[in-house]
């Protein structure tokens, strides 16, 4: 390892060029996800720097004292296989502390983390392509604008997160660009979604809904009011087989899959509810 190489907080420039470089790797961020992450956690955007330039980024954000979420490991492809990546991997594992971490690995990083601890709890697969033919909307499911502050929607969100992230979903909601779309049945909140444009389509997500009928109505509501999207993508957790199969009616197809994997005992959470991950960066 030649060259001083330093290990510091991301800039928001840097984490900008972090977002790039996801793209770059096929992640297809969306347009406004730098400020969304960095607001979660600022302190838990690592770069590592060789000479004062940036070849490597990490994010270890922590979702109160019991729980981190890590993504955005990626090391500049010409400075890989010499330890870099390491180092600041080290450096944001020790910025969780004592929580479980959860991440959302590539398949080509899988057995990494295995051997960094990481235990797999499930595969996710995300869908994509061209709309050809948009979910039905069914009786008795009345769409609404999707409001942040609403408390029954930070109730539903943990029941499928491991902690609470009241203030990135209110960040998340109200970014320039999201549609969120909340669903109610008889006056009850049964799941929300919100869309955001990306460098490719649109993903959806988070789509969490009480039954695949609750699912298909949000999107029935949600795609039109994206207008001429083009691409849609749903990251769909394989424990859900009505995600999956939605997707696949929709005429979606798999695009790549990832690993959700934890340091620990998986939390317990009700994946049935969960038709598209928020987010792979920050779960």
Known sequence: ??????????????????????????????KGDAACFRAADPDGFLGGYLDGRLIASISVVNYGPDFAFLGFYIVDPDHRGRGYGYRLWQ????????????????????????????VLAYRNICYGGAVGALPQAHGGIDVRPLDAADPDVGAMDRRVFPADRASFL???????????????????????????????GWKIGPLVAADRQVAETLLADLIPAIGPAGEIYLDTPEPN???????????????????????????????????????????
């Open 91 to 118: 450096a944001g594992i020790a910025h969780a502390g004592g929580r479980l971490i959860g991440l959302d690995g590539v398949v080509a990083e899988q057995e990494n983390y295995k051997r960094s601890g990481f």
């Open 170 to 200: 209110a960040d998340w909601i109200g970014a320039e660009g999201h549609i969120g779309r909340a669903a109610y049945r008889n006056g009850d909140l049964t799941g929300f979604a919100v869309a955001r444009p990306c460098r490719a």
């Open 241 to 283: 087989g009505d995600a999956l199969a939605l997707a696949a009616d929709m005429g979606l197809e798999p695009v790549f899959e990832t690993a959700r994997m934890y340091t620990g005992v998986a939390p317990a959470l009700d994946i049935a509810l969960v038709y598209g991950v928020t987010t792979f960066e920050l779960g």
């Open 1 to 30: 390892m030649a060259g001083d190489y330093q290990i510091a907080v991301m800039s928001e420039a840097d984490v900008a060029t972090a977002v790039n470089w996801a793209a770059a790797e096929g992640w297809n961020p969306g």
